[in-house]
């Protein structure tokens, strides 16, 4: 039994000083912890026995180091005694008077509810109730004693507590203390909310639990979050970690000796994992919020509350460097606000986590996704020594990935969010050097992009330590989708085997152009995908249908050279190279295109045909009408296509054979004056300053649409040939190079 003593004995005691704290635990029904205020850290604590009464013991486990040792269990009304207590005061400020302390240093006393001696004697109240009796030996012989012993008449006259009927073996409780299994143990509770009374705070982030009504005493580690924590060695004290008793005063303060839920989770290593609900919050939001914990990514994911609550509640913590974030640099600290979200338009994939965009400024800059590793070669590889590597086509799904990008996104406007900047790092034995890079969380229409890449199984998420803060502000969503792909067999995940792409490379190889040139031609149209711009006339595509890969030529015009790295020398590119290249990439890399044939060139490319053996195969041709007199501005009201150009251009004409043109309607400004013209024929030859709208709605090909043309605004680096001779064309010159049914 757990028992008070005795105040010394002796002549006249001078009064008691009356202290005051706040009760942090009860130890049982006659012990209580009492703390006093916060300053600066964790307040000190005492431990007050209640004297002359006594109340029943609570159970104990064995000590792990005996092994003949046996648990204790309950005493008869020691726990209902001890919950009497605990609903009564935990969390409350009472005052105390200590009237004895023994040599060993364990001190009695009287305990008040309230800020003086007026309050409710808690002693007396445990008498009255039946749940502790007068210790025996003491005499009633001053006013205080005598009150304990007519109070526990009257609860003996009233038969409560321990005076009732029976031996109070209903009131023992049947301590579990160990599960088998506790995974089945976690399963079986379906993650719905479990009354518990918190017994005891080991750290911030874990506690040992009561579980009601069944008392297993498991413990449980909050979902989602690591606080800092006491570590010791064999033989040696416990050292904190900073914040460590800090954090753990905070949840104690809280939640020690409460009535809570928790919501079992799920359990890793035998460790049990949960979310605990209080009426007053969420003890997990608020650690974090506090800068009293950290988010840990293997438990963040099995968190039912969403895990997005706390990356902002620790966000929250790293602006305002609560803490355990003292120290802490954001990785976007260095940009300004516009650099670290835009809309850019979206020019190239270069590979399955990394694109190329265009800034609204005309820049162009490389983005990573952020987080996502794309596909790679795992051990040995089986290609062939002797045939160089080409990623794209020989590493499995990396070609799906490209793909996949690339339908999405080329030419499209995406919102980017810069999540960090990776520094420029130096070459390794295993890793090679690379440069900085910018790492984003690139979406479009409300989509992640890299949340759909890894979904589809087409890139795997990147594991970090625990302190590296360099990472997607998705990076949640990022681990659950991998682990739906995971479960779904998808991509990378699957069990099937991987597809294979046996691409042939012809560009350069003029025996193998010549040899693929017929089936080119009978082929007529054909469909193809531009990988690769050299130059503004000189692309490589690649051949769905052919699974090939060739260097094609626009047929009728020749672009300037771009520079050249030759064996010794360096050769410098021709004025207007660089904007040449620039201009086609923007218009057809990495999209579908539509061509067509002509023949084999000396470089082993194919050439498109010429514009005017086209047209007298389909009663089109292509010719320059007359320099204009005049500078103006044109513009189809139908498919609003613009048309620029400045006196002594040439200025290009569709017509048909009979040397007539069709073509909608065109607003011409002509120096200020405007006149609309009808749809009407107009005779080649009588050309005034007109131009002939050539857009995909506006001619009519054999009953039918005219496949939309791709039409290049030449600015002064497309030769036309003319009358006879070559000039500089600014005006829009129609090519045998066709979009595949988009503008």
């Not at 905070?250 to 605990?276: A, K, M, P, Y």
Request: glycine residues 10%; proline residues 6%; positive net charge.
């Amino acid at each position: 039994m757990a028992s008070g003593a005795a105040p010394g004995q002796g002549g006249p005691a001078p009064p008691l000083a009356v202290q005051r704290g706040i009760v942090k635990m009860v130890l049982s029904g006659c012990a209580i912890i009492v703390r006093g205020q916060p300053r600066g850290g964790p307040p000190p604590e005492r431990q007050i026995n209640l004297s002359n009464i006594r109340a029943g013991s609570l159970a104990r486990r064995a000590a792990a180091g005996q092994p003949d040792a046996k648990d204790t269990p309950d005493e008869p009304w020691g726990f209902p005694a001890r919950e009497f207590l605990r609903k009564k005061l935990i969390g409350k400020e009472v005052c105390f008077t200590v009237e004895y302390k023994t040599p060993q240093g364990r001190e009695y006393g009287m305990v008040y509810l309230g800020k003086d001696t007026s309050g409710e004697n808690i002693a007396e109240s445990l008498v009255a109730e039946g749940l502790a009796s007068r210790r025996e030996g003491i005499r009633a012989n001053n006013p205080e004693q005598s009150r304990l012993a007519e109070l526990e008449e009257q609860a003996k006259s009233a038969k409560k507590g321990m005076w009732s009927e029976g031996t109070g073996s209903h009131t023992i409780r049947d301590l579990k203390y160990t599960i088998e299994n506790p995974r089945h143990f976690v399963d079986s509770m379906h993650q719905k909310p479990v009354n518990a009374i918190i017994e005891h705070v080991r750290d911030g982030s874990v506690v040992r639990a009561l579980l009601l009504p069944d008392y297993y005493l498991v413990t449980v580690m909050l979902s989602g979050i690591k606080c800092p924590t006491f570590k010791r060695e064999a033989d040696a004290p416990e050292v904190p970690e900073p914040f460590a008793a800090e954090a753990k005063f905070f949840t104690e303060s809280r939640l020690l000796q409460r009535d809570v839920q928790i919501v079992l989770e799920s359990c890793h290593n035998q460790n049990i994992l949960g979310t605990i609900l209080h009426p007053n919050g969420n003890i997990t939001e608020l650690l974090l919020k506090e800068g009293f914990a950290r988010c840990v990514d293997w438990s963040i994911a099995v968190y039912t509350r969403g895990a997005d609550k706390l990356r902002a509640a620790e966000r929250f913590a790293k602006e305002r460097k609560l803490r355990i974030w003292r120290d802490y640099v954001a990785p976007t600290a260095n940009l300004d606000q516009k650099d670290k979200q835009f809309v850019a338009k979206v020019m190239q994939v270069l590979n399955a986590d990394a694109i190329v965009v265009k800034l609204n400024s005309g820049d162009h800059k490389t983005i990573h996704l952020s987080s996502i590793r794309p596909p790679r070669l795992e051990g040995d590889s089986t290609q062939d020594k002797n045939r160089k590597l080409r990623p794209l086509y020989d590493i499995p799904y990396m070609f799906e990935a490209r793909e996949f990008l690339r339908k999405k996104l080329i030419g499209k406007k995406v919102n980017v969010t810069v999540d960090y900047i990776r520094p420029a790092s130096s070459a390794t034995e295993t890793v090679p050097a690379f440069s900085e890079r910018t790492c984003a969380t690139v979406s479009i229409g409300g989509i992640n992009i890299a949340e759909a890449l890894v979904s589809k199984g087409l890139a795997t998420v990147i594991r970090y330590r625990q302190d590296d803060d360099q990472r997607s502000s998705h990076y949640d969503e990022l681990l659950a989708a991998e682990a739906r792909a995971i479960k779904n067999g998808k991509g990378l995940h699957s069990k099937k085997e991987v597809p294979i792409h046996r691409v042939a490379d012809i560009s350069g190889d003029t025996q193998k152009a010549k040899q693929f040139l017929p089936f080119l031609q009978r082929a007529g149209r054909s469909e193809a995908v531009v990988e690769y711009v050299f130059s503004g006339s000189r692309l490589k595509l690649f051949m769905p249908k052919e699974t090939c890969l060739i260097t094609f030529l626009l047929a009728g015009i020749e672009c300037p050279r771009g520079a050249r790295n030759l064996p010794g020398l360096v050769q410098e590119g021709e004025p207007f190279s660089e904007e040449a290249t620039h201009f086609t990439k923007e218009l057809v890399l990495q999209r579908e295109v539509g061509a067509r044939g002509a023949g084999a060139g000396d470089a082993g490319g194919c050439r498109l045909p010429s514009r005017r053996a086209a047209g007298r195969r389909s009663g089109w041709g292509l010719s320059v009408a007359q320099e204009l007199p005049r500078s103006y501005v044109t513009e189809c009201p139908y498919c609003q296509v613009w048309v620029q150009a400045q006196p002594g251009d040439a200025a290009p004409l569709l017509f048909r054979g009979s040397g007539t043109a069709r073509g909608c309607g065109v607003r011409a400004a002509c120096e200020g004056r405007t006149r609309a013209l009808r749809h009407r024929r107009q005779r080649h030859a009588g050309g005034t300053g007109m131009v002939l709208c050539v857009g995909s709605q506006c001619v009519n090909h054999g009953g039918g649409v005219f496949p939309p043309p791709l039409n290049l605004l030449c600015r002064a680096f497309l030769p036309v040939r003319a009358r006879g001779r070559w000039e500089s064309a600014r005006l829009p010159l129609l090519l045998p190079l066709y979009l595949c049914g988009k503008r």
